[in-house]
């Protein structure tokens, strides 16, 4: 087992590759309570087309299949999973991004029992054609429910101004049709062909012996059997620069519009150095404009333009990336007109060293801050771990960026093709 101490945070990672491939994270924290745990397989929405374990042809599922596959695996032929961590007194849940699948539980006992728990029920699927029509009912509920809400409609119609080709536009759940479409079969492929211990990460946090943890792990994955995984032939489509449309408006029952300026950040696959430091900046970067002490803040605020709804949010994933800037609006011309003139203006700015140090500082406080979380470490952790970089050296990272590094970002941030526009107005 492999051990690495980080001086500059005072946290030490224990980490084994298994023989079936399975990476295991191990963050023991023996002066807290509570422990948290995630099985995470590096298999989201936008995975629709692949090429399945050992077969030579390339298919596409149907939208929604990685979200839908998420929900029954807590269906087993005689019993709900959720029961089993309730008997052991864990909090367990589970969720679907756009690039991974993750199943997790937090408890303050019997956590190896929970840990055995979580393994098991992942790597044992169960699907009968009769829970899997069932199934379609429930999620055909949730997905009805999210097109009733504005936020998400808002995010998702913005993602569908920018991106043209990339799966991220279409709705993680799915549509009701394309849940219909589902089988068993599907299921069943999809499952075999990602979840995969070579295509997974086990992260463990909190109060637990190192080695014990480990010789569970060990012993609960050498009891079961698996196949030696070639890589996985995935497809994603091109993405053109440009967004795929300047404005997309939809019509619902709201009291206010609801606008979104969205930034096209990616439309290339990043990894490790050059990653980090994307994703770094751009956050850095929104944050110096639009956070409560930026300029463009208050440039917004005292003009009237935004109010205590206004929001940004940034996200870089391997294959795709983008920025959302929002909120509600009495006037949703004036404030996206306004949103895209600071933003294009950014070409001719010049952030100067002292702004930048400042900048850094405050971006390694929130860094910190946020390390106080078991469950923030463990999704942060797994989301850098699959593109190559550890999360626990960002720190590092961000003090060896320079002014010159930013400011030769800002010159070529934001173009008018990359910028898409999103309104939610009343009927």
């Known amino acids: 087992m492999d051990k690495k101490q980080y001086t500059h945070i005072e946290e030490t990672l224990y980490h084994r590759k298994l023989d079936n491939g399975l990476s295991v994270f191990l963050l023991p924290r023996p002066q807290m309570s509570k422990t948290y745990a995630i099985f995470s397989t590096n298999y989201g929405s936008i995975d629709r087309t692949f090429v399945p374990i050992g077969e030579s042809e390339q298919i596409t ?12 695996l807590f269906e087993k032929k005689d019993r709900d999973v959720f029961a089993d961590f309730g008997k052991n007194g864990a909090s ?24 055995k728990i979580l393994l098991d029920f992942v790597q044992d699927p169960y699907f009968s054609e009769e829970s899997v029509e069932k199934e379609k009912g429930i999620i055909g509920q949730e997905i009805k429910m999210y097109d009733d809400q504005p936020d998400w409609q808002s995010f998702m119609g913005t993602l569908k101004s920018l991106f ?33 211990p ?24 050498r009891s079961k059997s698996f196949e030696k995984l070639e890589e996985i032939q995935r497809d994603y489509p091109k993405e053109p620069i440009e967004v795929a449309k300047k404005e997309n408006n939809i019509v619902m029952p709201v009291s206010v519009a609801k606008c979104t300026v969205g930034i096209k950040e990616s439309t290339e696959e990043l990894k490790g150095e050059e990653f980090v430091k994307k994703d770094i900046l751009q956050d850095m970067i929104l944050t110096y404009y639009f956070s409560k002490s930026g300029q463009f803040y208050e440039e917004l605020y005292q003009e009237k333009i935004i109010d205590s709804s206004f929001y940004f949010e940034t996200n870089l994933e391997k294959s795709f990336g983008y920025s959302i800037l929002g909120g509600n ?25 002292d702004d930048f140090e400042r900048m850094k500082r405050k971006k390694i406080g929130q860094l ?30 961000i003090q060896s960026l320079s002014v010159e ?23």
Not at 213 to 221: K, R, T
Not at 369 to 396: C, Q, W
Not at 406 to 426: D, H, S, Y
């Open 198 to 221: 070579e295509n997974m990460t086990l992260f463990i946090a909190g109060k637990f012996d190192p080695d014990d943890m480990m010789q569970l792990i060990e012993d609960n994955q």
């Open 61 to 72: 599922v149907p939208d929604g299949i990685a979200h839908f596959l998420e929900h029954k």
């Open 164 to 196: 043209q080709e990339t799966p991220v536009n279409i709705d993680i759940a799915g549509t009701v049709e394309s849940i219909n479409e589902i089988t068993k079969d599907d299921l069943y492929t999809c499952y075999n062909t990602f979840y995969h």
């Open 368 to 397: 910190l801050r946020s390390m106080n979380s078991l469950e923030n470490i463990a999704s942060k952790y797994i989301h850098y771990h699959t593109v190559g970089v550890d999360y626990f050296e960002l720190i590092p990272m």
């Open 405 to 427: 590094d930013a400011n030769k970002f800002l010159k070529q941030w934001i173009t008018e093709e990359r910028l898409g526009v999103c309104k939610i107005v009343a009927e």
């Open 92 to 115: 367990a849940n589970a969720y679907t991004s756009f690039t991974k699948t993750a199943y997790l539980f937090s408890a303050t006992a019997n956590v190896e029992e929970n840990v």
């Open 329 to 353: 609006s009495d006037n949703p011309d004036q404030f996206v007109s306004k949103l895209k003139e600071l933003l294009l203006s950014t070409t001719t700015h010049e952030i100067h060293e």
